[in-house]
C-alpha cells in the first residue's frame, strides 16, 4: 500500500460546480496534512495547510479524518483557472525526511 | 525577494555525461531536499539535507550525487549511472517548523 494515495482522476466538471477529492495516508502518526497546487509543466505551490478542525479559504475547504486517516479537499464554485494537479502531501514533524506526496489528482473545469 | 532558484530551467545533455543542475535558497532555510517528477506521477526524493556538510539519500538516490558546503546551495548532480535521467527536477526548501516546502521553478534535463 503507499503512504499517500489519491485518485489520479480526470475529474472533468463544469464551471461552477463543487468537487471534492480525497487522500488517504498510512501512517497514523502523520502530523501535517496539506494541499498543494500543480500547473502544467511548473512547480507545485501551497494551496492550503489542514488543520485538525478542518479550515476554509474562500471557495477550498479542507478537512482531515484522523480516525480513517484521510484528508479532503472541496472546491466550490469552480473556476476555470481551477484546472490543475491537487497535490496530497504528509509529513511527521520529526523527520525532515518523511514529506510523502501523492501522485496527485487532476481537475479539468469546462466552460 | 526571498525564493529559491535554479538553473538552468531545461537542460540537453548526452547520454553517458554527468550534469549539474543548481539550486539556490536565500530564506536560511536548514533543510533542503531534491525531487525527481516523471510525466503523470507525483515528486520523488533523490537526496535530502538538514543541515551544512550533511545529506542524506531519499528514495531515488541511486545515480545521482549532492553536496552542501553553504547553507544557500544544494546542487545535484546526476551521473551516468543514473539509467533514465530525463525527468523534471524540483530544489525545495523547509524552514525549521517543517510547514510548508517552497519549491524553485525546476529544471527540465533531457538526456539524448
Known amino acids: 500500500r503507499k503512504e499517500v494515495e489519491q485518485d489520479p482522476g480526470p475529474f472533468n466538471v463544469p464551471e461552477g460546480a463543487t468537487v471534492a477529492f480525497n487522500c488517504t495516508y498510512s501512517n497514523s502518526a502523520s502530523q501535517s496534512f496539506f494541499w498543494y497546487r500543480q500547473d502544467c509543466r511548473k512547480e507545485p505551490k501551497l494551496l492550503m495547510s489542514?488543520?485538525?478542525s478542518g479550515n476554509e479559504d474562500g471557495r477550498f475547504t479542507a478537512q482531515l479524518n484522523r480516525a480513517s486517516q484521510y484528508i479532503s479537499l472541496l472546491i466550490r464554485d469552480s473556476k476555470l483557472s481551477d484546472s490543475a494537479t491537487y497535490l496530497c502531501?504528509?509529513?511527521?514533524?520529526?523527520?525532515?525526511?518523511?514529506?510523502?506526496f501523492g501522485s496527485g489528482t487532476r481537475l479539468s473545469i469546462r466552460p | 525577494d526571498g525564493g529559491i532558484t535554479q538553473s538552468p530551467k531545461y537542460l540537453f545533455r548526452k547520454e553517458g555525461q554527468n550534469v549539474t543542475l543548481s539550486c539556490e535558497q536565500n530564506?536560511?532555510?536548514?533543510?533542503m531536499y531534491w525531487y525527481r517528477q516523471d510525466p503523470g506521477q507525483g515528486l520523488r526524493l533523490i537526496y535530502y539535507?538538514?543541515?551544512?556538510?550533511?545529506?542524506q539519500k531519499g528514495d531515488i538516490a541511486e545515480g545521482y550525487s549532492v553536496s552542501r558546503e553553504k547553507k544557500e546551495s544544494f546542487p545535484l548532480t546526476v551521473t551516468s549511472a543514473q539509467k533514465n535521467p530525463t525527468a523534471f527536477y524540483l530544489c525545495a526548501s523547509i524552514g525549521s517548523s517543517y510547514n510548508e516546502q517552497f519549491f524553485g521553478p525546476g529544471t527540465r534535463l533531457t538526456v539524448l
Open positions: 489542514v488543520y485538525s
Open positions: 539535507s538538514q543541515i551544512v556538510n550533511d545529506f
Open positions: 530564506l536560511n532555510h536548514d533543510a
Open positions: 502531501v504528509v509529513s511527521l514533524y520529526s523527520s525532515a525526511s518523511k514529506i510523502i
